[in-house]
C-alpha cells in the first residue's frame, strides 16, 4: 500500500469529527507525487474541498492560483505541484459556523513520511499560519511572517490565506501585490519552466 493510499484509508479523527457541528466522516484529500516541482503546503480543506476531493476547488483556491500565476490545469498536475495541508481533512464548524483549525495529530502523523516522498522541492508555497509555524518555525503573526517574505524567498514564500475573510487584509498590505506576488509568479514560472 503507498503511503497515499494508506492517507486515504486514515480514520483516525472520525470521533473527533463526529462531535463537530457538521458531524462528517473524515475524508482525506491526497494529492502529492514524488519530486514535484512545488509545494503548496496549506492548513485544512475546507467544506467544498471535502465535497469534491479536489484540493484548493474554491474560491479560496481561483484567488491562489491567481497569485501564483498559474492554470487550473498545470495547478492540478500533481506531477509538478504537490498540496499537503496541515490536515489532510475537513476539520469541520464550531458551534458559530467557523472552521475549526486543522488537528495537529494529522501533520505529527504523516508529514515526515510525505516529505520522504516528496524528496527536494524547488519551491514550497506556505499558505495560512498554521503552515508558516510548522514548516518555518515561527511564532509571529501572519501579517509579520509574510512581511519577511525576502527572508525566505526565492525557494519558500509565505502567504495569507487566499480566502476571502482576508480581502480586508490584502487592502491594508498592498505591498503583498505588488513586491511579493511578482516575484512569487516569477518564481513559479522559472520552476515550472526548468
Known amino acids: 500500500m503507498t503511503l497515499q493510499d494508506q492517507i486515504k ?3 483516525q479523527c472520525s470521533d473527533r469529527f463526529a462531535r463537530t457541528q457538521t458531524q462528517h466522516q473524515p475524508r482525506p484529500v491526497v494529492w502529492f507525487h514524488k519530486n514535484p516541482r512545488i509545494l503548496v503546503a496549506g492548513q485544512a480543506p475546507g467544506l467544498r474541498v471535502h465535497q469534491s476531493g479536489k484540493p484548493f476547488w474554491d474560491r479560496s483556491g481561483d484567488r491562489l492560483r491567481d497569485w501564483m ?3 487550473a490545469d ?3 498536475d500533481v506531477s509538478r505541484v504537490a498540496i499537503v495541508p496541515m ?3 475537513f476539520p469541520g464548524y464550531d458551534a458559530k459556523g467557523s472552521d475549526l483549525p486543522p488537528p495537529s495529530i494529522c501533520a505529527q502523523r504523516w508529514h515526515d513520511q510525505v ?3 516528496l524528496g527536494h522541492v ?3 508555497v506556505l499558505v495560512g499560519g498554521y503552515a508558516h509555524k510548522w514548516h518555518l518555525g515561527r511564532a509571529d503573526t501572519v501579517t509579520g511572517t509574510v512581511s519577511a517574505w525576502r527572508d525566505y ?3 519558500v514564500f509565505p502567504l495569507p490565506h487566499p480566502s476571502w ?3 480586508g487584509w490584502l487592502k491594508k498590505n498592498p505591498w503583498f501585490e505588488t513586491d511579493l506576488l511578482p516575484a512569487l509568479r516569477s518564481q513559479v514560472k522559472d520552476v515550472l519552466d526548468d
Open 153 to 155: 524567498a526565492p525557494r
Open 122 to 124: 524547488p519551491l514550497t
Open 69 to 71: 500565476g498559474i492554470s
Open 87 to 89: 490536515a489532510f481533512c
Open 9 to 11: 484509508a486514515c480514520q
Open 115 to 117: 516529505r520522504q516522498v
Open 165 to 167: 475573510r482576508n480581502t
Open 74 to 76: 498545470r495547478f492540478y
